[in-house]
């Protein structure tokens, strides 16, 4: 990735290219995003420039060996770390990221604006929590310690070091205060209050910041077409069950419940679940006055705000925790039509 290729964040961009060129290359940043803007591929093209054979312009050449072989995610000092689980996919007892690296790299590469319910349907595990465990920490600790293969930075890109438990993080602690020399560590976090304080402490933060509309609709442009119809299905459901409330309508609310009940799978209720839980909480910037960091799309602003302007104020802080609720019952598999009905009847009531 070159930073040529990213979509917004031109600052950050500049910010990454001028530490490394004066040689302040922080040994452990620590990116915060809001879901989708891109921390990702801000973090490839920097790694990529910092070993880039050919520098030219403030960007990596994108041709020489090194660089070839970042497009592809298979530089051999620059390693990933992201939450996993057991899963169809792996066959190992105590799965590690590097279980599941042949699927991160076709998602990461096909694309980087990937969320975490992307990459948690790319390694078969959707209907469980990812979480960093301590096995992690070992299998990275292991890398680092080795010499690197070629002469440039060795690089750790951590993917949501929220989902690290504290025996991870107390067994990593060392290394990032104290990395080896030309390591870096680079955290990605979309929740930066819940990365655990010693971890945080000794990073260098960079909020990469929320895409313009414009290149919001760049960036979904370049998702995969399967991603657009998901997103359309449950816009529609959304909206339909949204309008039946604040029509008043009972029984229009709970056909709508049903039909989110008849979603194929329980991984497809639950992406419902975060995608309409996404809906509300944009729902309350805009009540809040903080549109403009809310991350709407272009096509749902109208909708969004209609609601806003409708609904009372106490209503998304409690719909919110109402679906929260609701996705954890169906990782508990609570029958999926009493689930529904129920959520649609605090709606009804709570708005
Ligand atoms: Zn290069």
Redesign the pocket.
Known sequence: MRFADIIGNAEVARALVSMADSGRVAHAMLMYENEGCGAMALALAYVQYLN????RGGD?????P??RQMAKLVHPDVHFVFPVNKGPKSSDDKPVSESYLKYWRELVTADPYFTEADLQKAIGIESKNGLIAVAEAKSIIGKLSLTAVADGYKAVIFYLPEKMNQETANRLLKMVEEPPAKTLFIFITHAPEKVLQTIFSRCQSIRVMPLSKDEAERVKALKPADDREEYALFMDLFSDLMNSILARDLMGTLECSEAVAALESREKQKAFCIFAGNCIRKIFMVQQNLARIADIEPQEEAFITSVAARCGKGFCAKAMSDIEKVVSMIDRNVNSKILFCDLADRLFISI
């Not at 880039?52 to 520098?55: E, G, H």
């Not at 990596?60 to 020489?64: A, K, N, V």
């Open positions: 880039c054979a050919a520098p990596s050449c994108g041709e020489c090194s660089c």
